[in-house]
């Protein structure tokens, strides 16, 4: 990466983060792009060399920090399990009880991508530039591979994908924020059985 690429990737991390910092503390409603500039360091007309609006620079933020939590479950994975003796099945369950761990342990992140999470890994119409593309690719990269490892098909995983991540972040919002309708820890088994349940009846026999 040239020095001037260097640079501009600081100046898009640094709105990237206050934006972050701004929506998790002050909300969408009450962030401005004033705001978000103020606190990056940078002029207004900065902003729109990387963003359009703030409606963009959340939606980058979003797959930013769903790659994060993807990327890291995944490679926490590696590190402590027997990946070799473990399932397709077993993986995405170890994926899935990673990400509720991690967002019942950052309950800002929670509320950030809690109704977002899909949005990230499958960003589609004006979100879908070269950028969020390349970071969205990650996470279906690895889905691919661990397919091809374990030798079985899906029917349609990108469709299973997405009502895992949807189901996750979704139905976690209220056990993790309220324990309603039961606590985190009565609700985990049930979780992954739904999941586990997704997983096999999408594989293709034969």
Do not use: W
């Not at 994975?77 to 369950?93: N, P, T």
């Not at 589609?124 to 996470?139: C, D, L, R």
Request: hydrophobic content about 35%; charged content about 25%; proline content about 2%.
């Amino acid at each position: 990466m040239s020095d001037m690429e260097s640079k501009k990737q600081k100046k898009r991390n640094a709105l990237l983060d206050s934006a972050y910092e701004l929506f998790t503390t002050i909300g969408y409603k009450h962030t401005t792009i004033s705001k978000i500039v103020r606190l990056a360091g940078v002029g207004k007309g900065t902003f729109y060399l990387y963003f359009k609006d703030k409606d963009d620079i959340r939606s980058a933020l979003i797959i930013r920090q769903s790659r994060v939590i993807l990327n890291e479950a995944v490679n926490t994975l590696k590190r402590e399990l027997d990946v070799g003796e473990k399932s397709f099945a077993d993986k995405i369950v170890y994926i899935t009880d990673y990400i509720v761990d991690y967002m019942s342990h950052d309950i800002a992140q929670l509320q950030f991508l809690s109704k977002y999470l899909s949005r990230g890994l499958f960003p589609t119409g004006g979100e879908a530039n070269s950028k969020t593309q390349e970071e969205a690719q990650i996470f279906r990269e690895y889905i691919e591979s661990e397919l091809e490892y374990s030798g079985i098909m899906l029917k349609d995983p990108r469709t299973v994908m997405f009502t895992i991540i949807e189901l996750v972040s979704s139905t976690c919002y209220n056990v993790i924020l309220n324990g309603e309708p039961v606590t985190l820890g009565e609700y985990k088994p049930y979780l992954y059985r739904c999941v586990r349940l997704l997983v096999n009846d999408a594989i293709e026999n034969g």
